[in-house]
């Protein structure tokens, strides 16, 4: 069954340094999120993506924060200088275009620590 | 702007127990989705059940059942028979129907603790 992979599972970081997230969506799908779940609470919506370019974005979504497609496979996620807030599991999601809503399919996230 | 809460943090249950898990959303939309996903210790978000708000009827699959109703504003999972692969966080989302991008807004969770 095809499904969302994300890499890496978990990544140390020191504050101030560049960190990127990488996903695969599902190849047919046409929107692409990210999400965040600081430990023990609950999942944030970040950002989402169409047709090469970001659809809507919350306030968490500030300016260290960007996403890029950059070869038609990968969704990245990059934060320019990490926060020690910044330490979460950063979900990716995708969906296939057919209708504006429906499910989500998640990956397994990415653990970020930043110390 | 819509809002989910999931006012029942942490609920144990012996296994074969009947449980079940509650929300109440908030939106200005006449149609918008609801969503149950379900959180296991692995940590990734397992999709459960979408609804529309047109559609009221209940739902059952397996040992899991949902019961939406639009005049309290509650979509109410439960699980029957508990087991203790069912331990897990399980979290309720909304999603309103205008837009583009179907922006999910997910409560805060319920944890379940199923034991021998």
């Known amino acids: 069954e095809p499904e969302v992979t994300q890499t890496p599972s978990h990544q140390v970081t020191q504050m101030g340094q560049e960190v990127i997230l990488r996903c695969v969506p599902i190849s047919n799908h046409l929107y692409f999120y990210w999400y965040r779940q600081i430990l023990g609470q609950k999942v944030e919506f970040l950002v989402s993506f169409y047709n090469n370019e970001i659809s809507e974005k919350s306030e968490i979504f500030d300016d260290q924060f960007s996403v890029e497609r950059p070869d038609g496979s990968n969704f990245t996620l990059k934060i320019r200088s990490t926060k020690l807030e910044d330490s979460a599991m950063y979900f990716c999601?995708?969906?296939?275009?057919?209708?504006?809503?429906?499910?989500?399919?998640f990956g397994e996230g990415s653990r970020l620590t930043v110390l | 702007a819509q809002k989910v809460t999931q006012a029942q943090t942490e609920i144990s249950v012996v296994e074969k127990e009947d449980v079940t898990l509650d929300c109440v959303y908030e939106?200005?939309?006449?149609?918008?989705?609801l969503f149950w996903y379900k959180q296991p210790p692995s940590g990734e978000l397992v999709f459960l059940i979408r609804?529309?708000?047109?559609?009221?009827q209940n739902e059952i699959s397996g040992r899991y059942s949902w019961n939406f109703q639009k005049s309290t504003s509650s979509f109410n999972f439960t699980i029957t028979a508990s087991q203790v692969v069912d331990s897990a966080v399980y979290f309720c989302?909304?999603?309103?129907?205008?837009?583009?991008?179907?922006?999910?807004?997910f409560g805060t969770g319920t944890r379940l603790q199923v034991t021998l």
């Open positions: 609804r529309n708000s047109f559609d009221e």
């Open positions: 999601a995708s969906k296939p275009g057919q209708r504006l809503t429906g499910e989500l399919f």
């Open positions: 939106t200005r939309d006449t149609t918008y989705y």
């Open positions: 989302a909304l999603s309103e129907g205008t837009g583009t991008a179907s922006k999910l807004t």
